[in-house]
């Protein structure tokens, strides 16, 4: 059968051969004979050969752990092997299983031990620790174990200790460890190095005399002539893993201080260096791999001591050698660990000297993965002596660059030539190159931020009016160069106005040519454009006027544009030329934030490589050059409102305006610094959501959030259940805001913290309190922010979340700060709640009532029967089940009037299905709720959160 | 200082085909999840051509590969670690299956499969390696074959 299986005939036929085989089976285990252990062992081994083959096995558990407490070594092994493949959380056999490993671990039989330690290891589940935590440690340093058994008991320990950290107990035994590292076997110094380097990890103290045992005994391997180790010499390499692994445990720590440890370590480093010039011992890619690797490992070592310069420029000196090795793998390693090398005040002039090797592996190698390291060295390895040849270089290989890496290197460009900036005509011409070769890669923090710098920089904005003016001449321009050229000509347009050929009515025409061709919120961008052309330039009132009348934009079908358009209409007629001039006045100079280009690089690479890089960079760099970089320390100082900042950006910029925003002008601020998405439609309209309103006059005088408008804090809370920003809390002193995105079971909250006085904030302490209950089933991590806010600013502080399980309560923001001479305490919900880990799930009508009859368990389903709250609007209650999480399915309640949802909650210990279905009663002005999911508390929030929306 | 000690995430075998030969995880992770994951990794493997270097960046981690006649051994290991010591781990297995089973081909691996993570098993636990000293992984298994027959035998019998 196995032959016809593989040869795959046809997927049906394979299909339909398990299906009958699985029958077969099914009624073996069903059939009234009982099955002896061969039989059962066989009929186990088939499933599990099913199971491989990708098909789903749902029965067989039973048989298998049966298999457990047999005393023929064979079915045992097949049980265990059954039982590690397919582990089932069924907590009845849990308990089963744990008892067969319990008689096995006493069973001083070696072999019968080993298998149950390899199960434990293989499942790693939370109750294996708890059950096993307490026993394993004994067995691991009992003088009379086995060696192999030690060397799987430490491995063992060491899977527990990463999943369930708390349940392993540290004690006596930690100490008797560290000595295994002296142990005559090998084999079990290999094992127990792996589980110290990750107990030092976390209790560095208890295990600092590993590292001088570590020391001596990578001394001997070194030192030790390649047969001495035997079997543990693997192609003329001594002990390869074990060389690693303590170079690896010793990386935990600093360089040690013991003169004498520390000596013979160095010793140990230049041996391995030396060795690497030898002429190898043979020419299988075995020995060099593993040569190679030690070097490596050596090398990070070098790296993480930071200590010898003459070490780290050998290191650097041996990488060079690889940059031009015939084997890829070398090359890419040597990329690779020069990069961290180019961190290092005492290399990073050596590892300038390969700057013409890597440009050139940019050009040549052909593989991805090798360019792609090439560009991070280039990115590790640049400084003010080298920035414009490596951004030419990056801007010139972005032509031809995979698809794959041209965000990161487009990111990458806009940070140097930015950091590096002396001369910001520069800047502006290497961004603008950005957009002309890669528009599409080009993200909106990008072009925020050089927008950002040209407002900041009175020296620019001429040379960037002239360059934008002559970029958008190219008869097609990408969409984010029309946007840059529409907000860079309608501030300082009329710096460049002078010149006949770029005159306000050219300026205008150009600009305008481009309109149709682009998207909503480009066309957005210029509308405001032209409204402040209509104040640079008032000769083009009339013309800019005719354009805003003409019927495809007063009655464009857009909202956004016609509102508008109807509005700067109005604004031009009534509004006399100071009026004009306040409301349309410069943008003033942004605030300093941090670099949200740098923050959207960190995420790509995920967090620890750049930050690391970064920061350990910019200490290194004013080392060494103390103050010697004045416009780089300028440049990162001035940064972009990252785009999230903007909901509440718009609460501090007009602070500094002396005449009240009207909303047109508010509205200028969204669209370029928010994700318009949000600004322009409100995903869940509310009540005090709906400022598109046709009334004009009032609509130009209020602001967009209504700052007058008190809310009860809960009222507040629940509108955050359907909707992920805006604004959370506000008194005449803080604004506190909120932007947040969630997936699966993570999510991260930015909290913007606004002053909205002109006094400063002292000790301002922001905390987030979870209670008991909530601490175990959700995991939030916050950075403190700085205790000073200043009149006016904005801080922002980040939230990571994970939600381990499902949760009733919110978190609550403490926030305690000095304004004047009193003392301000004040707590609200953060709405972090149940829903925001939904991901929605698109079914079918009859899938979703097979699944909502399987849920039909009476403690599965949870019902409310409220009266509205709000008007009952269709679309409204559409939006916002969507807002809350589910997918909404439609055609599939046989009444039209119903809504119903499905979707998935994610936390980090299960997935759980959820359906829903809100039955409105018009008449009654009544909703019925129904929730069903599989866990009763689950259905029971929800249905509580949902509730309150409607 | 690194976050992690050495470890491999997973390994799979897969043919040049695409088919799945053997799977071991070492992080818990729910089925559907790890079927998402073999069927984008063995797309990304397989359209990779010769003459490339044996690492991929994949997600947070790193898959270290090579292929060994008609096989594709691949891990996936933290982004830190040593790349080319996994090459040799994954060449250490070959070489313990070859010893077992006599010049290992893809049949072998096949219907022998618990054979296979038996050896797997003895030289590596919880994605960390046990015993590099070929002697000692492939006695660990000679021994407990002395009782043993193979899966080949009853796979054979008629009833299938």
């Known amino acids: 059968m196995c032959v016809l299986l593989i040869s795959g005939k046809s997927k049906e036929a394979e299909i339909k051969r398990i299906n009958k085989e699985l029958a077969n089976i099914r009624s073996k285990f069903k059939g009234d004979k009982a099955l002896d252990g061969y039989s059962k062992k066989k009929y186990v081994c088939k499933l599990l050969f099913i199971f491989l083959l990708g098909h789903d096995i749902d029965f067989g558990h039973m048989e298998a752990v049966n298999l457990l407490s047999s005393n023929r070594y064979t079915e045992k092994q097949i049980g265990y092997l059954f039982i590690s493949v397919l582990v089932n959380s069924n907590s009845e056999l849990i308990r089963l299983i744990n008892n067969a490993i319990k008689n096995d671990l006493a069973s001083r039989n070696p072999t019968f031990m080993g298998l149950a330690l390899h199960c434990i290891a293989n499942v790693g589940s939370r109750e294996m620790a708890e059950a096993f935590a307490g026993e394993i440690p004994k067995i691991l340093v009992a003088g009379d174990t086995m060696d192999s058994v030690k060397q799987s008991a430490a491995l063992c320990l060491l899977r527990l200790y990463r999943t369930s950290p708390d349940l392993v107990p540290m004690g006596d035994w930690t100490s008797r460890v560290v000595h295994l590292l002296n142990d005559q076997h090998l084999g079990v110094v290999t094992a127990a190095t792996s589980l110290i380097t990750t107990l030092a990890q976390k209790n560095p103290e208890e295990f600092k005399t590993s590292v001088s045992l570590a020391v001596s005994r990578l001394s001997r391997i070194v030192t030790s002539a390649s047969t001495d180790l035997q079997d543990y010499t693997y192609y003329f390499v001594p002990a390869p893993w074990l060389s690693v692994k303590l170079l690896r445990l010793l990386q935990c720590y600093p360089p040690p201080e013991d003169p004498a440890v520390r000596g013979r370590l160095t010793e140990c480093l230049e041996t391995i260096l030396n060795k690497a010039q030898e002429p190898p011992k043979s020419k299988k890619v075995q020995h060099s791999n593993a040569k190679n690797a030690v070097l490596f490992e050596a090398i990070s070592l070098i790296i993480h001591h930071d200590s010898e310069p003459n070490l780290l420029v050998r290191a650097c000196n041996q990488l060079g050698q690889f940059l031009q090795h015939r084997e890829t793998n070398l090359r890419y390693l040597a990329l690779e660990s020069m990069c961290t090398l180019a961190s290092s005040e005492f290399s990073h002039e050596a590892v300038k000297t390969h700057i013409e090797t890597v440009i050139n592996a940019l050009k040549t190698e052909r593989d991805v993965s090798v360019r792609q390291r090439a560009v991070d060295l280039l990115y590790a390895m640049c400084d003010r002596s080298n920035a414009q040849q490596i951004v030419a270089e990056m801007l010139n290989y972005l032509e031809t660059a995979d698809y794959s890496i041209r965000e990161e290197i487009v990111l990458k460009v806009a940070i140097l030539a930015e950091k590096y900036a002396v001369d910001y005509t520069w800047y502006v011409d290497t961004i603008l190159n950005l957009i002309r070769i890669a528009g599409d890669y080009v993200s909106e923090e990008v072009w925020y931020r050089v927008i950002q710098i040209v407002i900041n920089r009175d020296d620019v904005q001429g040379y960037a009016a002239k360059t934008v003016f002559e970029a958008l001449q190219a008869p097609a321009c990408h969409e984010n160069l029309v946007k840059v050229g529409g907000y860079i000509l309608g501030e300082f347009g009329n710096l460049i106005a002078g010149d006949p050929r770029s005159s306000p009515l050219i300026q205008f025409n150009l600009l305008h040519s481009k309109f149709h061709l682009c998207s909503v919120p480009t066309r957005a961008l210029l509308l405001s454009t032209y409204i402040k052309f209509v104040n640079l330039f008032p000769e083009i009132k009339t013309t800019i006027q005719d354009v805003l009348r003409s019927d495809s934009q007063l009655k464009n079908a857009d909202v956004e544009l016609q509102q508008r358009a109807v509005e700067y209409l109005r604004l031009s007629t009534i509004a006399s030329t100071d009026i004009l001039a306040t409301v349309l006045e410069e943008m003033p100079p942004f605030p300093e934030r941090e670099s949200s280009i740098l923050a959207k690089l960190k995420k790509k690479k995920g967090p620890g490589t750049v930050t690391d890089l970064e920061e350990i960079k910019k200490e290194r760099s004013s080392d060494m050059n103390g103050s010697a970089e004045p416009t780089s320390v300028n440049a990162s100082a001035v940064s972009t409102p990252s785009p999230s900042a903007d909901l509440l950006g718009l609460g501090a910029a007009p602070l500094t305006n002396s005449a009240p925003p009207p909303s047109s002008s508010g509205s200028l601020l969204v669209d370029v610094f928010s994700d318009s998405a949000s600004a322009v439609a409100p995903l869940a309209p509310g009540s005090d959501d709906n400022f598109a309103s046709p009334d004009l006059a009032s609509s130009e005088v209020v602001s967009e959030e209504p700052a007058d408008t008190v809310h009860d804090a809960d009222e507040l809370f629940h509108k955050f259940v359907c909707k992920n920003n805006g604004v959370l809390f506000e008194n005449q002193l803080l604004q506190i805001g909120l932007k947040s995105e969630f997936r699966q079971n993570l999510g991260r909250m930015f909290i913007f913290y606004g002053n909205k006085t002109s006094t400063q904030f002292l000790n301002f302490t922001p905390t987030v309190i979870c209670s008991d209950d909530l601490q175990s089933s959700l995991n939030l991590q916050t950075k403190p922010v700085d205790p000073t806010v200043d009149g006016g600013a904005q801080v922002q502080q980040v939230v990571n979340i994970e939600c381990v399980s499902d949760f009733m309560e919110a978190p609550i923001l403490n926030i305690q700060f000095r304004y004047g001479g009193t003392f301000q305490n004040l707590s609200v919900k953060l709405p972090i709640t149940l829903n925001k880990f939904f991901q929605p799930t698109e079914m079918s009508s009859q899938d979703f009532f097979q699944r909502w009859k399987q849920l039909s368990n009476p403690k599965q389903e949870v019902q409310n029967i409220f009266k509205a709250k709000h008007p009952m609007d269709a679309e409204i209650t559409k939006a916002k089940i969507i807002g809350f999480g589910s997918a909404l399915l439609e055609e599939v309640d046989p009444n039209p009037a119903n809504f119903v949802g499905a979707g998935i909650i994610h936390t980090k210990t299960t997935q759980i299905g959820c359906l829903l279905r809100l039955e409105p009663n018009l008449q009654a002005q009544m909703y019925r709720l129904t929730l069903r999911t599989s866990k009763e508390a689950v259905s029971q929030r929800l249905c509580e959160l949902l509730s309150e929306q409607f | ?160």
Not at chain 2, 121 to 136: A, H, M, N, Y
Not at chain 2, 141 to 160: G, H, R, W
């Open chain 2, 1 to 160: 200082m690194r976050q992690q000690t050495w470890k491999i995430h997973f390994i799979l075998l897969f043919s040049r085909q695409g088919k799945l030969r053997l799977q071991k995880w070492y992080t818990t992770l729910p089925d559907k999840e790890k079927k998402k994951i073999i069927r984008e990794i063995v797309q990304i493997i397989l359209s990779r051509n010769q003459k490339t270097s044996s690492f991929v960046d994949w997600k947070d981690l790193k898959l270290v590969y090579k292929r060994y006649a008609s096989l594709y051994f691949c891990c996936a290991i933290e982004d830190q670690d040593n790349e080319l010591l996994t090459l040799e781990v994954v060449h250490r297995y070959v070489e313990l299956l070859d010893r077992y089973f006599g010049n290992v081909c893809e049949l072998d691996i096949i219907f022998n499969f618990e054979k296979a993570y038996f050896i797997l098993d003895e030289f590596i636990i919880g994605g960390e390696v046990q015993e590099t000293s070929k002697r000692s992984a492939v006695k660990a298994i000679e021994d407990s074959d002395m009782l043993q027959e193979t899966v080949e035998e009853y796979m054979n019998k008629p009833a299938f």
